[in-house]
């Protein structure tokens, strides 16, 4: 068994995912969703500890608890404080990874970017963008702005991530406040090569622009993390204007990718999985 951790997880596109990924590589296994509240959270950790798990996938609103749960981190969940995927090991203890700021990564570099020695923009500070900005960081980018209509909240990640010990040094970190849709906001449009767009924006089409595209150069590559709408109007409006764009779905299934590898030290086929998500929507 595999599971997934969340509150509410009806809704989530992974056990379709992970259960056409591990019927493709024949796999004696199965992803399951088990929706637990936080007060319970404890109690299924210590279930997948014991019972017959493989591991488990944890979403939210779970993944800072799950972290304190654990025996071990790797690098990427003990930077990021959360964690997205648990492996037992065969002594029965656990290992909490983070998939979430692989996944951006991968999926941008899939289609073609460059994130080593270029300047990234994220766009929102939350959990999403933090995780982002430790996958930028990793892979080795020069220049990294968190950019969110709350700057103490962008300035907060850029405090954590550029004083830690565990990422590579020489980043030029910046936390911009988010006016306008960016037109106001003071940074150097020309100069961002891969901007990933990590808020919620855009989930509602009555909720406007996270950013003006016009903002950005010819040659930017974009992520937009949304999948529900898989075409956002930011999307949309990047694709028009020409430029090279990353849509969530690609960011869904390279987080899962990342975490089936975790689980079975075996690469899953892509291509099954992505069939599998765009069926689903």
């Known amino acids: 068994m595999v599971g997934l951790l969340g509150w509410p997880v009806s809704h989530s596109l992974s056990p379709l995912m992970?259960?056409?990924?591990?019927?493709?590589?024949?796999?004696?296994?199965?992803?399951?969703?088990?929706?637990?509240?936080?007060?319970?959270?404890?109690?299924?950790?210590?279930?997948?500890?014991?019972?017959?798990?493989?591991?488990?996938?944890?979403?939210?609103?779970?993944?800072?608890?799950?972290?304190?749960?654990?025996?071990?981190?790797?690098?990427?969940?003990?930077?990021?404080?959360?964690?997205?995927t648990i492996r037992v090991e065969k002594d029965r203890t656990l290992t909490g990874h983070n998939t979430d700021c692989l996944g951006a990564i991968r999926a941008v570099e899939s289609d073609g970017a460059t994130v080593k020695g270029?300047?990234?923009?994220?766009?929102?500070?939350?959990?999403?963008?933090?995780?982002?900005?430790v996958g930028c960081a990793l892979a080795g980018a020069k220049r990294i702005t968190i950019l969110n209509r709350t700057l103490h909240n962008a300035n907060a990640i850029v405090h954590a991530l550029e004083s830690s010990a565990e990422l590579p040094r020489g980043i030029v970190w910046e936390a911009v406040e988010l006016f306008e849709q960016g037109r106001s906001s003071n940074v150097d449009w020309n100069g961002v090569d891969v901007a990933f767009q990590v808020t919620r924006v855009g989930m509602d089409s009555s909720q406007g622009l996270p950013l003006d595209p016009a903002l950005l150069p010819p040659h930017c590559h974009v992520l937009e993390s949304i999948y529900a709408p898989l075409e956002t109007e930011f999307l949309f409006r990047c694709r028009a204007k020409g430029l090279r764009t990353s849509d969530g779905l690609s960011m869904l299934l390279e987080q899962g990718a990342a975490s089936f590898e975790f689980w079975f030290d075996v690469k899953p086929d892509r291509s099954v999985m992505r069939k599998a998500l765009d069926s689903a929507l």
Not at 48 to 72: E, F
Not at 118 to 133: E, P, W
């Open 18 to 84: 992970q259960n056409a990924a591990l019927q493709a590589a024949g796999i004696d296994a199965r992803y399951v969703a088990l929706p637990v509240r936080p007060e319970g959270i404890e109690e299924i950790v210590h279930q997948i500890r014991s019972g017959n798990y493989v591991g488990s996938n944890v979403t939210i609103p779970h993944k800072v608890a799950v972290a304190g749960l654990m025996d071990r981190l790797t690098r990427e969940a003990n930077i990021c404080g959360a964690v997205n």
């Open 118 to 133: 270029k300047n990234c923009l994220i766009i929102g500070a939350g959990g999403a963008g933090r995780g982002v900005a």
